[in-house]
């Protein structure tokens, strides 16, 4: 269950940093719109020798990059949580598999005596 927390007490954690994770983006995203709508209008408004400085034109334009920068991290971030969960899921069924040999195995070592006859 790609996804999912693999221990029944961390779900709950999992899935309110999920939450957290999903908020950043949103608010990422926000920001990004924010700023492309500040550069755009900076841009339009600087075909007007004089009316805004190149300067601001310049931070406006650097902050959307960044802007694009953090949401591409976030998403980095989104994926690697994601893998260590789905590695925890594949270390649990290995757990699983490896105690179920475990129990076969001694099973296969048990003797058991036959029942005396009196």
């Known amino acids: 269950m790609p996804g999912s927390a693999p221990h029944s007490s961390s779900r709950s954690s999992w899935k309110r940093e999920s939450v957290a994770r999903g908020n950043k983006r949103a608010e990422a995203v926000a920001k990004l719109a924010s700023d492309d709508g500040t550069y755009r209008r900076l841009k339009a408004a600087s075909a007007t020798p004089g ?10 334009r650097e902050n959307v990059v960044g802007d694009h920068a953090r949401i ?15 590695s925890q899921l594949e270390d649990q069924k290995a757990a699983k598999s490896a105690a179920r ?3 076969d195995i001694e099973s296969y070592l048990r003797i058991n005596a036959p029942s005396s006859v009196l």
């Open 101 to 103: 040999s475990m129990r």
């Open 51 to 60: 009316v805004v400085a190149e300067n601001d034109v310049d931070i406006a």
């Open 72 to 86: 591409r991290l976030l998403e980095e971030n989104e994926r690697a949580a994601q893998a260590v969960v789905q």
